[in-house]
């Protein structure tokens, strides 16, 4: 199972960001997808995560900001990221599940800076 993550960057205090990730290759059906970040010196955090019938849960951090969805037919999860702070600055790493694995992406890089 691969996992493509993509659209991290450089953006201003303020600004958006959508990240994708496609997963492929997986003889499973994905159930539920999420996507989780780590900051340098500190440990993997969940961001937010969908199940296949797009139940969502998101870290207090990220509420109201942040919006993960999903394209089933698309294996591909997205996590729009609206009204970013510096503290949003992380690796973001997409995750996958289906009934036998738990698979991760490479990680996209987002940084939150003036």
């Known amino acids: 199972v691969q996992l493509q993550a993509s659209g991290g960057g450089l953006v201003q205090p303020g600004g958006s960001l959508r990240l994708s990730c496609v997963v492929s290759g997986s003889r499973w059906r994905i159930d539920s997808m999420g996507w989780y970040r780590q900051a340098p010196g500190k440990e993997r955090e969940l961001v937010a995560t969908i199940t296949l019938d797009s139940r969502t849960r998101y870290a207090d951090s990220v509420k109201g900001r942040f919006t993960i969805s999903r394209d089933n037919a698309k294996d591909t999860v997205y996590l729009q990221m609206n009204s970013l702070k510096p503290e949003d600055t992380a690796v973001y790493y997409c995750?996958?599940?289906?009934?036998?694995?738990?698979?991760w992406g490479q990680g996209t890089l987002v940084t939150v800076s003036s």
């Open positions: 995750n996958a599940n289906n009934r036998f694995n738990s698979d």
